[in-house]
């Protein structure tokens, strides 16, 4: 069992930075790959980035690719998605989980566990 806490959404101008960041309970964190998802109102809810166990395999959804960057602390149990360059269409709910696979899947249903989301709001 893994619970994920999100943190470090806010409201920020366009061009602006965020840091979130998401805490993980439990002893077996470092054996899930990680991922950030983000849903915007009306919208699915899509992937952003994710990290396997090692850092090892790091994935990025084509709309953030050099912009957002994703790193893990398998000591300290936390993932973080740093966020640069925002742009109003960032503007969602971001939520960080966990999945059992070895790689980085992009499959929200291959995640088996979720954060309650945090929100990120970027005036434009």
């Known amino acids: 069992q893994v619970q994920l806490v999100e943190s470090g959404g806010g409201l920020v101008q366009a061009g602006g930075s965020l840091r979130l960041s998401c805490a993980a309970s439990?002893?077996?964190?470092?054996?899930?790959?990680m991922g950030w998802f983000r849903q915007a109102p009306g919208k699915e809810r899509e992937f952003v980035g994710g990290i396997s166990w090692n850092s090892g395999n790091i994935y990025y959804a084509d709309s953030v690719k050099g912009r957002f960057t994703i790193s893990r602390d398998n000591a300290k149990n936390t993932v973080n998605l740093q966020m640069n360059s925002l742009k109003a269409e960032d503007t969602a709910v971001y939520y960080c989980a966990a999945s059992k696979w070895v790689v980085v899947t992009t499959t929200s249903r291959n995640y088996d566990y979720w954060g309650q989301g945090t929100q990120v709001t970027v005036s434009s």
């Open positions: 439990g002893r077996t964190f470092s054996t899930y790959a």
